[in-house]
């Protein structure tokens, strides 16, 4: 299961993103939805035209855009749930770690 922060956050984010017009459950679904968009032209044509791909290039950036605006404490979220593995890991193993190096010296 997920850290309730970042499930918290990721409601939050996943609702910022709706308001930007983004319909997206996750950062992996918003960069699917940019490379289903780009796999679509060049299924259309061999070579984008400079004007099909300055329009893709501003999709982009919006959908960047949005994701850093909408993003900031998704992103603070994961790292303090990883900062609490990564602590609660060293807490339970911690004599496991000291064994190891004393054996590997």
């Known amino acids: 299961g997920s850290h309730p922060a ?5 409601s939050q984010w996943m609702s910022c993103m709706a308001e930007q017009g983004y319909a997206v459950t996750s950062r992996a679904e918003l960069l699917g939805q940019i490379e289903g968009a780009v796999a679509e032209e060049l299924d259309k044509a061999a070579t984008l035209s400079e004007s099909k791909y300055s329009e893709l290039l501003r999709m982009e ?4 855009s ?5 993003g900031t ?12 593995f990564d602590a609660q890991f060293l807490a339970t193993h911690v004599n496991e770690l000291a064994r190891f190096r004393i054996e590997n010296r």
Request: hydrophobic share 35%.
């Open 6 to 10: 970042v499930k918290a956050a990721t």
């Open 61 to 64: 950036r919006r959908a960047y």
């Open 66 to 70: 949005a994701d850093q605006d909408c």
């Open 73 to 84: 404490s998704l992103d603070d979220a994961i790292r303090e749930a990883g900062e609490e």
